[in-house]
């Protein structure tokens, strides 16, 4: 019988294929660079095909190796699918979830999330990641996240998540918050806010394009930042005279229930949770969805009935 590549072997050459160079790659499946490259040359052995052609200059795939990464990739996913599903139906050992956040949206209440989950089910563990907006597209399109919270961008703009599952689980309401600026006790129109100085949003990223799009025709006074984390925004409107453009559910759960102004012409951003259909811990990630889904579900009710 002929030698099987290892399943150590058809990973390594799977996440070349996706970081296109040895280096990022063994630090992705978290070995040396030196092993890394023997694994390679073992498949390379194994099945008599050079999968990556090497240079001064670099490597890239061969044609073979184009076409063997998405039968390696498809026959790897098939395979975590049914030890996923084995070890979850004989309820051996956990399943981990790895959950991207947008960095812009904040992860604060991903703490309760977690926490039921170990009270409730502790079969499902998670690693979580903070990550920009370019990050997080990549980590999601390649598999190395496999559910994300994140802002849909707005219309018009590029949307790379086509093909993947999208569940909506609020809208999430801006507000301008400056804790040290005397703000009004009326919603802010666009041109009342151009007589406080603000905190803008990293310059790259769809975050940006939709704060610019609002301010479109205001003359707002810069104050010279641009943070790319709602958390640094906000600790810096604390220390500063500025205010920022922030998510209102953020800055409740961060326990500021003052120092922020609503604004006269909403601005709200779509928040989802994004993930591949494909994925072979799916039925992992429909229990977590499902739970995010009903706890924003169970906290507009309560909202509801303090109104009521």
């Not at 049914?82 to 703490?111: C, H, P, S, T």
């Not at 590029?158 to 040290?180: A, Q, S």
């Not at 604390?238 to 229930?257: F, S, Y």
């Not at 591949?276 to 009710?301: C, E, M, T, W």
């Amino acid at each position: 019988m002929e030698d099987l590549p290892t399943i150590q072997q058809l990973d390594c050459f799977v996440h070349y294929g996706h970081a296109g160079n040895f280096t990022t790659a063994a630090r992705e499946v978290s070995i040396t660079q030196s092993a890394f490259s023997t694994q390679i040359k073992k498949l390379e052995q194994t099945l008599g095909v050079t999968l990556i052609h090497r240079s001064k200059r670099g490597s890239e795939l061969t044609p073979a190796g184009e076409r063997f990464l998405p039968k390696a990739k498809a026959w790897l996913e098939e395979m975590r699918s049914f030890i996923y599903e084995l070890r979850m139906e004989e309820g051996k050992g956990a399943l981990e979830l790895n959950v991207g956040i947008l960095r812009m949206l904040g992860d604060v209440q991903m703490n309760a999330h977690i926490a039921h989950f170990e009270r409730e089910n502790d079969r499902i563990r998670f690693n979580v990641f903070d990550l920009e907006e370019d990050q997080l597209e990549a980590a999601l399109l390649d598999g190395r996240i496999d559910v994300a919270s994140t802002y849909l961008p707005p219309e018009g703009e590029h949307n790379p998540f086509e093909g993947f599952e999208l569940k909506h689980f609020c809208w999430d309401t801006m507000v301008f918050y400056g804790p040290l600026l005397s703000l009004p006790e009326t919603p802010l129109s666009r041109a009342e806010l151009a007589a406080f100085p603000m905190v803008h949003y990293a310059r790259q990223g769809y975050m940006h394009a939709l704060m610019e799009e609002y301010l479109a025709g205001v003359a707002v006074k810069g104050s010279g930042a641009h943070l790319s984390t709602p958390y640094a925004m906000m600790m810096y409107c604390e220390e500063n005279m500025a205010g920022a453009l922030l998510p209102e559910r953020l800055l409740r759960a961060m326990g500021r229930e003052q120092g922020w102004a609503p604004l006269k012409e909403p601005l709200q951003c779509d928040a989802c949770l994004i993930y591949r259909k494909k994925n072979p811990k799916k039925n992992a990630i429909r229990v977590y969805v499902s739970h995010v889904l009903q706890s924003f579900q169970d906290k507009g009710k309560k909202r509801a009935g303090k109104r009521d």
